[in-house]
Nanobody, 126 residues
Framework: QLVESGGGLVQPGGSVRLSCAASGFTLNSFDSYALAWFRQAPGKEREGVSSIRFSDGTKYYADSVKGRVTISGNYAKDTAHLEMNSLKPEDTAVYYC??????????????????WGQGTQVTVSS
């Protein structure tokens, strides 16, 4: 089970830190390969935001958030985080964390992720 938290209403230019707590999984173990954050805005398709590969810590960021977002993991607590800064109204979406258990050349194929959280809403508005 994956549980996200940390969303809410944020003013443009503000920051938010999302957390993803895993239970029943051990991040950075033999049965988990990568964790990603996806988001879905109303009327839009789900898109990948950021991903971290456990084996070597390689991180990926979508072009739309590059330079404003940092993904990290606290494996001792089986928790991952997404720090988002300089938020824009277009960042408004439901944010999901997801766990992939297999290798992939591309970090943001949603169908390759086996486990998903319920999502947390981030609304950027003044």
């Amino acid at each position: 089970q994956l549980v996200e938290s940390g969303g809410g209403l944020v003013q443009p230019g503000g920051s938010v830190r999302l957390s993803c707590a895993a239970s029943g999984f051990t991040l950075n173990s033999f049965d988990s390969y990568a964790l990603a954050w996806f988001r879905q805005a109303p009327g839009k398709e789900r898109e990948g935001v950021s991903s971290i590969r456990f084996s070597d810590g390689t991180k990926y960021y979508a072009d739309s958030v590059k330079g404003r977002v940092t993904i990290s993991g606290n494996y001792a607590k089986d928790t991952a985080h997404l720090e988002m800064n300089s938020l824009k109204p277009e960042d408004t979406a439901v944010y999901y964390c997801a766990l992939r258990t297999i290798y992939s050349d591309y970090p943001f194929f949603a169908y390759e992720y086996d486990y998903w959280g319920q999502g947390t809403q981030v609304t950027v508005s003044s």
